[in-house]
């Protein structure tokens, strides 16, 4: 085996594949994607070379920014949110028996296997202003129950708790994970000295799970600047930007628009701004460890 691996070829073998992945999924469409943005490209027939134009608009777009504070809106939700009460959801079930502990996993991860579709469309019935769940539940209460949901001045807060609601399960899974990787004899050690839950929870469990916490805080950022299809499917960032994101705003100036020379400047600020965002919470949370 030691042989194999001192081998050139073999050595070689092993990491082409991945090398021409990169190249050719990753690496290569950013470059195109940087070069079809300096250009007026339409997506059909000749085009120029327009040189920063593209970029100078982007500034300037009013709804960008709009689509920006939205992702980042959601970002927050996740983070303040959907983490606190995935982790605390993860540790308790780490605490349920056996079989209590599969139902609830299944129960909390469900949402994440159904389609995308399915669920837009279901949060669509559940907040129509005529017949829909939510507003039957307000009149039970007494309530007028006449709220347009997706309406102007409520559709951003109905779609983010959506989102928030949709991607709950990943990011519970993911802590359940860790939680299940840190060694039992901690615990054990800490119900001898008997620590309650809470100092348990407080002392071994969240430091412990630093690692993961950085890793699913990293995600949850990039998923909310990434986000698409639920809104699309929801509101199309209706009515008028208010639920504009940046995901479905690049995808709405290049298809729908055919302004695919901006649609791709927007896709270098997207990819610019998941760099950037990346490297500021890898910086928070080596300075936390290091504190």
Same mark, same amino acid.
């Given at each position: 085996m030691r042989k194999a691996y001192?081998?050139?070829? &073999?050595?070689?073998?092993? &990491?082409?594949?991945?090398?021409?992945?990169?190249?050719?999924?990753i690496l290569a469409p950013i470059c195109l994607s940087i070069y079809y943005a300096l250009t007026d490209f339409t997506g059909l027939g000749s085009y120029s070379f327009i040189g920063i134009e593209n970029?100078?608009?982007l500034v300037g777009d009013e709804v960008f920014w709009l689509s920006l504070r939205d992702s980042l809106l959601l970002a927050a939700g996740f983070i303040l949110i959907?983490?606190?009460?995935a982790i605390i959801t993860a540790a308790l079930l780490d605490r349920m028996g056996k079989h209590a502990e599969g139902f609830f996993r299944c129960v909390y991860f469900l949402p994440n296997v159904i389609s995308v579709a399915i669920i837009a469309y279901l949060w669509k019935f559940i907040y129509n202003p005529n017949f829909g769940l939510l507003n039957n539940v307000i009149k039970v209460f007494g309530g007028k129950g006449d709220v347009n949901w997706l309406g102007?001045?409520?559709a951003i807060w109905a779609v983010l708790i959506v989102l928030i609601w949709h991607g709950f399960g990943?990011?519970?899974l993911i802590y359940y994970t860790g939680i299940k990787n840190i060694d039992p004899t901690l615990y054990e050690a800490a119900a001898i000295d008997g620590a309650d839950n809470k100092k348990v929870f407080l002392r071994i469990t969240l430091p412990l799970m630093k690692p993961v916490i950085q890793v699913n805080v990293t995600l949850a950022v990039i998923t909310a600047l990434k986000q698409m299809e639920t809104v699309y499917l929801l509101t199309n960032g209706g009515p008028g930007n208010e639920t504009q994101f940046m995901a479905n705003y690049l995808y709405k100036q290049a298809f729908s628009s055919f302004q695919y020379g901006y649609g791709n400047s927007i896709s270098v600020a997207? &990819?610019?701004i998941c760099i950037i965002a990346t490297i500021i919470l890898n910086r928070i949370f080596k300075e936390k460890a290091e504190a």
């Open positions: 001192s081998n050139k070829f &073999v050595i070689l073998s092993l &990491v082409l594949p991945g090398i021409l992945t990169f190249l050719f999924a970029f100078k608009r959907q983490h606190p009460l102007t001045g409520t990943w990011g519970m997207f &990819v610019s």
